[in-house]
C-alpha cells in the first residue's frame, strides 16, 4: 500500500509542476516538497551513521545462534480432545477401546510425532507418521494435549526446524536496502495530511524484513497446522500462542548490564534488533543472572510470533557428552518451564479479545438494556471461562509437579494473581451492568404490563356495553354481526 501511495503522490506533485496554474498554493507547496526531499534523499543528506549497516539481526551476533522451533498452544474443544487422543490410539501399538479424557485431573498426554521429511536422525521414517508436502522450514512437529482440571482442553504442537531459519533471523543482509526513503501516509489531496511523511532509514526497514521473515515462518507452520489438524480429524477455530525458541551455546546471561556498548549493539557492525540491556525488552519470565528467558519487544509484537525464548547452554553436555542444543522432544526439558507461560498468555489473549469485543457494549448498555443484555451475558461467560482456568492453574500444583523449576513457579504464579484480580475487576463489572440491565428490562416489562391491563379493561368494558346496547335493541346485534 505504501508503494502505491508514493507512486500516486509522484503522479499528482509532476501533474501539480507541469501545470501550477492550475492548482493552489498548498499544493503546490506539497509538490516543491515532494522534489526537495526527492533530492535530498538521493543525496542521502539525511542519513544518519547509525543507518549505515550491512547486516542486521534479531539477536547480538557474537553468539552463535540456533532457532531451533515454535511451540504453539490453542484451545481444543472436549470433542477434538477426544478425536486427537483417538487418532494416537489407533497408531499406537498398545490400543484401547476408547480415549483417555479425565476432567478432574491437569496433566498432559503425549500423543506422537509428525513428519516432513523421509529421513530422520539417519533413520527412515514410518509412513503412518509421515506428511507428504512441500516444506521449507520445519521438519517435524510433536503433539501433545494438554488437560485442566475442569474440562480446559488444548492442543500442544511443537515445530522443529532445519538449520536455514537461524539465517532469516541472524545476520540477514540488508545492503539492497535504501539508506534512507520516503512514506507518504496519503495521496489524496483533499485530506489535511495531504504532503504528510515518515522518513524511514535502512535500520527501521531492516527491522520490517526482520518481521517478514518471521511472518515467513509463521505462515508455514500455519500451513502445515491446517494439514496436521485434518491428519488428528480436528478443526481448532483459535489461532493460540506461539513462542519462537533460540538456543546460544555461550552459556551466559543474555541480558546483563555489565556488558560493553558494542554488546549491546549500538556498533554498526553488530547491528541487532533486541539488546542486551534489560529495559530492551519485556521480560515475562527470567532475571539478569539467568540463562532462560521468555521475552516479548516491539518488534516482536508486530510479528504473528509477539514471544521469544531464549537459552543459554553449555555447548555439550558433560556427562552424556553430546551437544545440548536439542533438536526434538525430550522428556523433562528446560523448555518446559518456559512453555508453560503459554498458558496465562493464552488467557491474556482471550482477556484481550472479550475487552476488544465488548467495550463499546460495556459503556452504552445503560442506554439500550434490553438490546445489549445478550452481549453482556456472553462477556460474562467469556470472562467466567477464563477465571476458572486462572484460578486452576493458581490452585492445581499437579500440572508443575517434576518438570517445572521453581523460579518458574513462582513467577507463574505471581502472574496468574495478577491477571486474577484483572479479571475479576472486569468481570464484577459486567456483572454489575448486567444486573442493572435486567432491573430496567423488568420495569419495562411492568410499565409494559400496565399498558396491556388497561387495554383489556378498555376491552372488556367495551364488550359489555355493547352486550347491554343488543339486549336493549335485537336489531343492533344484527348490525354488529354483519360488521364483524
Known sequence: MSSYTNFMMGVICHIIKKAPCCFSERMKQASAAYFYNRNEIKNNKFTQDHEKISSHSLLFPGYNWTVTGVQHLQPLSLQDAIKAKRWHERNS????????????ISRESWLDRLFFIDIFENARVPEHLLIRTNTQFVTHCYLSVLELKGGHYFLSTSWYFTDAVTQLLQYVPVDDI?????????????????????????LNKSDDRLIANIDKIHKEIKRLGRIVQNRLGISVLQEGIYTLNVYNDDDCSYFDSKHSDKFRGDSCIDHHAIHTSMSSASIIMGDKTGKEFL??????????????????????????????????????????????????LLLNKKFDAIVKSYRRIIILSYRSPAKYYYDLYDASLGLMEIINQANVLRSDKTLYMHKIRDASTSRMQEIISMQLDKFNALYNDVIAKKEICIEKVSA??????????????????????????????????TIIQSIW
Open 444 to 477: 419495562n416489562n411492568l410499565v409494559y404490563q400496565r399498558k396491556m391491563t388497561r387495554l383489556v379493561v378498555l376491552l372488556a368494558v367495551l364488550q359489555i356495553v355493547i352486550a347491554i346496547i343488543s339486549l336493549k335493541d335485537p336489531n343492533i346485534k
Open 93 to 104: 501399538t498398545w490400543r484401547r477401546k476408547s480415549a483417555d479424557i479425565n476432567p478432574t
Open 295 to 344: 521475552i516479548s519487544s516491539d518488534l516482536l509484537k508486530r510479528s504473528n510470533i509477539p514471544y521469544l525464548a531464549i537459552y543459554s547452554v553449555p555447548k555439550s553436555h558433560k556427562m552424556k557428552n553430546k551437544v545440548n542444543i536439542p533438536r526434538d522432544k525430550e522428556y523433562s526439558s528446560i523448555e518446559d518451564s518456559i512453555n508453560i507461560f503459554q498458558l496465562p
Open 178 to 202: 535504501p539508506l534512507s526513503s520516503i512514506n507518504y501516509e496519503t495521496c489524496n489531496p483533499f485530506k489535511h495530511n495531504f504532503s504528510a511523511a515518515t522518513l524511514p532509514g535502512r
